[in-house]
């Protein structure tokens, strides 16, 4: 497998955001937090020595992330929380980190060319 070179960050969305999903449409009463959290954002971001570094860059970037996740869910933006700090990033999303990526996709594509 070939091993990319990059920290998956991935965002999943906790019982605060579901809880304004649902008091901002009824079409999402019958979401619950285990659907919500079961296909999550997935980020490929730099490699960090530790989680520490990775955090921080998540720091830096997290207003777009927050209006991505906002975006996806087709909501009016007039509904969308006016406040939108790390703070408040942090009480609606989960971000795990994963050191080891891979691309097994690469692997097919590469074999796919060797054998033509």
Known sequence: MFEVDRIAAIIKPTAKMLEWLKN????Q?????QNLRKDCI?????????PRQ???????????????ELLSWQIDENL???DRNFDLFRDWFDVEFH????DVAYLEELHKIESD
């Open 24 to 27: 901002c449409s009824a079409k």
């Open 29 to 33: 009463e019958h979401l619950t937090l």
């Open 42 to 50: 997935v980020l490929l971001i730099p490699d960090f020595e530790g």
């Open 54 to 68: 990775a955090s921080e860059y998540i720091k830096k970037v997290y207003s777009a992330i927050f209006k991505a």
């Open 80 to 82: 969308w929380p006016e």
């Open 99 to 102: 050191s080891l990526v891979y």
